[in-house]
Structure formats: C-alpha cells, structure tokens
Nanobody, 125 residues
Framework: QVQLVESGGGLVQAGGSLRLSCAAS????????MGWFRQAPGNERDFVAI????????YYADSVKGRFTISRDNAKNLVYLQMNSLNPEDTAVYYC??????????????????WGQGTQVTVSS
C-alpha cells in the first residue's frame, strides 16, 4: 500500500513557475514508477510526466516537454514536478500516481494503482 500526498499548487501568472511535490508513504517507494497527471474541468485526466523507479528515465507529454521536469528522491520518498513557463492551458488539478510492474512508458491513468488527492494549479493570463 502506498499513500500519496501532493503539495505546492497555487495561483501563478503566465510565464511563472511552480514546483509540485508528492510525498509517499511506505518502504517500497523506490520500486514504483511515479507519474504526474492533470485534469481540467470537463476534461479527462491527462498524462503529464513519468519517471522510472530508479529515476534514470523520464518521459513527458508533448505539451509540457521542455517546460516541466520530473524528478525523485528515493531516500526521502519524494517526487517533484518543476513547472516553468506556465500558461493558462496548464490550469488543472495535478495528481501524483504510482505504479509497479508496468511497461515503460505507461501513460494511461488506469494502469496506475495509487493516487494522491490532487493539488490545484491555476495560471492567470
């Protein structure tokens, strides 16, 4: 069992930056692929970025490539999403998710076993 808690969301102007954090419980964190997803009102939950269990590989949605960076600290059970050059289209609830035993890269939300409660990111124009 893994419990995930996101933090770091908020209101930011277009062009600004935010860093999201996801704290995970449990001693098996380092065995999980970790992902960030987002969901805007009326939309489906979309893939943003994932990072391999070791942190050695990452994969991004085209819409955030070059602007967002996912990273993890397995010693602290933390995963991060650094978001730069934000624009209003990035406004959404951002979710952290964990999965184990999946192919790389797996970006379908239904393949992830554990989810956080989400943190709101709002980008004003």
């Amino acid at each position: 069992q893994v419990q995930l808690v996101e933090s770091g969301g908020g209101l930011v102007q277009a062009g600004g930056s935010l860093r999201l954090s996801c704290a995970a419980s449990g001693r098996t964190f380092s065995s999980y692929v970790m992902g960030w997803f987002r969901q805007a009102p009326g939309n489906e939950r979309d893939f943003v970025a994932i990072i391999a269990s070791s942190g050695g590989s990452t994969y991004y949605a085209d819409s955030v490539k070059g602007r967002f960076t996912i990273s993890r600290d397995n010693a602290k059970n933390l995963v991060y999403l650094q978001m730069n050059s934000l624009n209003p289209e990035d406004t959404a609830v951002y979710y952290c998710a964990a999965a184990r035993g999946i192919m790389w890269p797996t970006i379908r939300p239904r393949d992830y076993d554990y989810w956080g409660q989400g943190t709101q990111v709002t980008v004003s124009s």
